[in-house]
């Protein structure tokens, strides 16, 4: 059974830095491409970045890039997103889900999901 666990949200002042994690079981990440995707109160859920098989990233959202990086690390299973100078319309719900090989730009071509790790931006 395919399972993703996202962890490391919490409270962060404006201009800080978090690193979530995306832990996958059931299945290895070498056959997976992982997108980051978030969804803040009253908005639609929308894409971050995705990291594929290959390497290839895709960053989805303008407002983070040269902000947040995707990186994985496979001996682990687990996909980073490291997230810098943090701005409070940063403040969602952050999600990990996973696709075959290739990032989409669709959500509902991502299979497996994440439960979602808060991350809050605030003074």
């Known amino acids: 059974q395919l399972q993703l666990v996202e962890s490391g949200g919490g409270l962060v002042q404006p201009g800080g830095s978090l690193r979530l994690s995306c832990a996958a079981s059931?299945?290895?990440?070498?056959?997976?491409?992982i997108g980051w995707f978030r969804q803040a109160p009253g908005k639609e859920r929308e894409g971050v970045s995705c990291?594929?098989?290959?390497?290839?990233?895709?960053n989805y959202a303008d407002s983070v890039k040269g902000r947040f990086t995707i990186s994985r690390d496979n001996a682990k299973n687990t996909v980073y997103l490291q997230m810098n100078s943090l701005k409070p319309e940063d403040t969602a719900v952050y999600y990990c889900?996973?696709?075959?090989?290739?990032?989409?730009?669709?959500?509902?071509?991502?299979?497996?999901w994440g439960q979602g790790t808060q991350v809050t931006v605030s003074s």
């Open positions: 059931g299945f290895t990440l070498d056959y997976y491409a």
């Open positions: 889900a996973a696709r075959r090989y290739y990032c989409s730009v669709y959500t509902a071509e991502f299979g497996s």
């Open positions: 990291l594929s098989t290959s390497g290839v990233i895709i």
